[in-house]
């Protein structure tokens, strides 16, 4: 057998592998990665290892790798999942410092111009992260009353920021 009608019998296989890959799930992209990898280790353990059967042994090294593909791309989305982008785009500048101090301090403003108890209350549910139960085991009340409280503290608190961001024009 000369080498074109290898090549072409090694091509003909390989179309057969990749069709099969395509009904095992892989799209077209990743069939011919797997094919053309295939290809490549086929043709390195051509002189070196004694196959016997080249056409199972194809169809087998295809399977594995696409099997590896499989695998590697699972573990890349969850990693891309557990990885937020956010925090890699949104860059830390003195002017956005300069902001946050700015809110900062207009929400302190706002704290005190609200009557202690709402600010007390808005600051374990926001802040702190309490949930109602847990601030009423703390003032000793029942849940339906702290949410009522922070109900209306919200309210005050928004009626103050609409009159604060009045005052600065």
């Not at 090294?61 to 982008?85: A, E, G, M, P, W």
Request: proline residues 1%.
């Amino acid at each position: 057998m000369n080498e074109y009608e290898f090549g072409e019998k090694l091509h003909e296989q390989l179309e057969h592998i990749k069709l099969y890959l395509l009904r095992m799930g892989a799209n077209l992209q990743d069939a011919e990665d797997v094919i053309q990898d295939t290809a490549y280790k086929f043709l390195i353990y051509l002189d070196s290892a004694n196959i016997e059967n080249v056409e199972s042994w194809l169809f087998q090294v295809s399977v594995n790798r696409y099997y590896d593909l499989c695998r590697k791309q699972t573990r890349q989305r969850n990693i891309l999942l557990k990885f937020n982008y956010k925090e890699l785009f949104e860059e830390f500048t003195p002017e956005k410092a300069v902001l946050q101090k700015e809110l900062e301090a207009d929400i302190y403003k706002l704290l005190d111009r609200i009557k202690p108890k709402y600010a007390q209350f808005l600051i374990l549910k926001y802040s702190a992260g309490l949930k109602l139960t847990e601030i009423a085991a703390l003032y000793e009340m029942k849940a339906d009353s702290v949410k009522t409280i922070i109900h209306r503290a919200r309210k005050q608190f928004i009626k103050e920021y609409r009159r604060l961001q009045d005052e600065k024009g």
